[in-house]
Nanobody
Framework: QVQLVESGGGTVQPGDSLRLSCAAS????????MGWFRQAPGKEREFVGG????????KYADSVKGRFSISRENIKNTVYLQMNSLKPEDTAVYYC?????????????????WGQGTQVTVSS
């Protein structure tokens, strides 16, 4: 079993940057592809991006491509979401999730484990 804890959320202004972290428990972190999702009020949870087990493959939603980047440090059991040029429409609760697959899926239902989420608010 994997437990995930996100951190790093907060309130920022448009154009600012934030880095979210997701710390995983257990010795099997490197066996999981990792994904970041977000959910805004009244909207469905959506895929933001994902990274493969080894970190050599990433995929992003079109809405964040070029602004967000995902990385991971398996030795620290941590995955990161670097968010640059933030926009008000990026406001949401951000979740990390673990998918027992070499290359993570873009569908939330495929993920086995989820963190509790961290709030990101982009407002002037």
């Amino acid at each position: 079993q994997v437990q995930l804890v996100e951190s790093g959320g907060g309130t920022v202004q448009p154009g600012d940057s934030l880095r979210l972290s997701c710390a995983a428990s257990g010795p099997t972190f490197s066996r999981y592809g990792m994904g970041w999702f977000r959910q805004a009020p009244g909207k469905e949870r959506e895929f933001v991006g994902g990274i493969s087990r080894s970190g050599d493959w990433t995929k992003y939603a079109d809405s964040v491509k070029g602004r967000f980047s995902i990385s991971r440090e398996n030795i620290k059991n941590t995955v990161y979401l670097q968010m640059n040029s933030l926009k008000p429409e990026d406001t949401a609760v951000y979740y990390c999730a673990a998918d027992f697959a070499v290359v993570p899926n873009t569908t939330a239902l495929e993920y086995e484990y989820w963190g509790q989420g961290t709030q990101v608010t982009v407002s002037s």
